[in-house]
């Protein structure tokens, strides 16, 4: 027997969601997919979230966006924040499971397919330093270094950076939610020659208001940046 071979009779594979055996690793039962809500078919092409009737190959805008332009250019999620894919996030971001990040970048790259260009760069949200060193990772930085293995894009973990901590999001309303997040991302100093003129791709783990994505999109413009895209593993919305 061959050492994966070996490996996976001590160690079978077992589902991200439930732990049941699975027949690779990283995987989800057929129960636990069928609970995870993937996204797919005509969504807005400017958050993600899916929306009513065909694809047909035109742009299409939610009602949010319509109502309130996004400071990007396209953004994509790979499912609804809801169910089991609820629970893979909270796992991810706050139980120590970095094991779901690898499936996380190659579900990222697929719903980020459609809006990838070649010369882009992949850059995950900051977390500030006070934060990243209770937490000792930053879930949405896994994520991009998944995304860029997965499509071959250039990666850049610390492209932007947080000048100040910033309380909790949640329980926020949506304007207060961007008051928080006003300035408080800029791009880091060293990579600034590095994302003039380039085109870039945002990861975040989930979007609600859409206003961290705001704030690193608008420091990204500032910089230089040709255009702006963003992908979240998660959207905060109802099922259309």
Same mark, same amino acid.
């Given at each position: ?5 070996? @490996?996976? #009779?001590?160690?079978?594979? %077992?589902?991200?969601?439930? *732990?049941?055996?699975?027949? &690779?690793? #990283?995987?989800?039962?057929? /129960?636990?997919?069928?609970? +995870? ?36 250019? %396209?953004? /994509? ?19 120590? /499971? ?7 970048? *190659? ?23 006070? /934060? ?11 994520? &991009?270094?998944?995304?860029?293995? %997965? ?14 901590? +910033? ?20 791009? +880091? ?12 791709? @945002? ?17 990204? +413009?500032?910089?230089?940046?040709? &255009? ?13």
């Amino acid at each position: 027997m061959g050492l994966q071979a070996v @490996l996976h #009779f001590l160690f079978p594979p %077992q589902c991200l969601g439930c *732990k049941a055996l699975v027949t &690779s690793d #990283f995987g989800l039962c057929p /129960r636990c997919w069928a609970d +995870t809500p993937f996204i797919a078919g005509l969504v807005c092409d400017a958050c993600g979230r899916p929306l009513p009737g065909a694809d047909e190959g035109e742009r299409c805008l939610c009602d949010d966006c319509l109502r309130t332009p996004r400071p990007w250019a %396209q953004g /994509r999620a790979a499912m609804l924040y809801r169910d089991r894919a609820r629970q893979l996030v909270l796992a991810l971001k706050h139980g120590d /499971r970095m094991d779901i990040a690898r499936p996380a970048g *190659k579900w990222l790259a697929q719903a980020a397919a459609p809006i990838l260009v070649a010369d882009m760069i992949v850059a995950p949200v900051p977390l500030h330093w006070t /934060r990243l060193f209770r937490r000792r990772y930053n879930q949405a930085a896994l994520m &991009s270094a998944g995304l860029a293995r %997965q499509t071959g894009l250039e990666h850049c973990p610390d492209l932007l950076t947080r000048r100040r901590a +910033t309380p909790s999001q949640d329980r926020r309303g949506r304007d207060a939610r961007f008051l928080n997040l006003e300035q408080a991302i800029t791009v +880091t100093p060293r990579h600034a020659s590095r994302i003039r003129g380039r085109a870039v791709l @945002l990861v975040d783990d989930v979007m609600t208001s859409g206003a961290t994505l705001g704030a690193a999109a608008e420091a990204c +413009t500032a910089a230089g940046a040709r &255009s702006v895209s963003v992908v979240v593993l998660a959207r905060v919305a109802k099922e259309a």
